[in-house]
T-cell receptor, first 115, second 114 residues
Framework: ETGVTQSPTHLIKTRGQQVTLRCSSQ?????VSWYQQALGQGPQFIFQ???????GRGNFPPRFSGLQFPNYSSELNVNALELDDSALYLC??????????????FGQGTRLTVV | AQSVTQLGSHVSVSEGALVLLRCNYS??????LFWYVQYPNQGLQLLLK??????LVKGINGFEAEFKKSETSFHLTKPSAHMSDAAEYFC????????????FGTGTRLLVSP
């Protein structure tokens, strides 16, 4: 059984560019959540996808968007990058409807640096 | 709105000493509560969670936490620290309905000295 894998592990982008981060869910999991963890802070919820539909969203602007594919892998897209978007982006997968007491399994994250 | 406060951004203990990491939450309804650990350059790993039932919850690696509703607290403890416990620890809450949206505290870095 493979865990949650994210790619790339590190990325450097220029302000104003667009970026796509990828996540492969743990086997059997159909729900994916994305979190942003700024340096020295706790992770902040961006959004969640369940069966290819957005299931909930945190307080992030529309330039943060996502996709979930039929194999339950997922992408996070960020347009018009800003310096404050520099952070560790974490993907978490879980089983079933992602109910509030479900254990979420986290990937190792993608470190995005915007210069 | 929910929020989590972790007192102490850094906690230092000696190997073999008691570990106590504090977490207080604010929520309009009793939430679900979680503790996660993050080792350097890694993602988050669930240590334990409280949903319903027994208020003393045991987790992995010898950690446990007690839910105290009257104090809105969920402090994490371990009787005897090991060097391998050095990491960042995050307390999180989630509403007990709907989808899981974890609200995290700012984290506490545990330092263990020989």
């Amino acid at each position: 059984e493979t865990g949650v894998t994210q790619s790339p592990t590190h990325l450097i982008k220029t302000r104003g560019q667009q970026v796509t981060l990828r996540c492969s869910s743990q086997s059997g999991h159909n729900t994916v959540s994305w979190y942003q963890q700024a340096l020295g802070q706790g992770p902040q919820f961006i959004f969640q996808y369940y069966r290819e539909e957005e299931n909930g969203r945190g307080n992030f602007p529309p330039r943060f968007s996502g996709l979930q594919f039929p194999n339950y892998s997922s992408e996070l897209n960020v347009n018009a990058l800003e310096l404050d978007d520099s952070a560790l982006y974490l993907c978490a997968s879980s089983f079933a409807s992602g109910g509030p007491n479900t254990e979420a399994f986290f990937g190792q994250g993608t470190r995005l640096t915007v210069v | 709105a929910q929020s989590v406060t972790q007192l102490g951004s850094h906690v230092s203990v000696s190997e073999g000493a008691l570990v106590l990491l504090r977490c207080n939450y604010s929520s309009s309804v009793p939430p679900y509560l979680f503790w996660y650990v993050q080792y350097p350059n890694q993602g988050l790993q669930l240590l334990l969670k409280y949903t319903t039932g027994a208020t003393l919850v045991k987790g992995i690696n010898g950690f446990e936490a007690e839910f105290k509703k009257s104090e809105t607290s969920f402090h994490l403890t371990k009787p005897s620290a090991h060097m391998s416990d050095a990491a960042e620890y995050f307390c999180a809450v989630s509403m007990n309905t709907g989808f899981q949206k974890l609200v995290f505290g700012t984290g506490t870095r545990l330092l263990v000295s020989p």
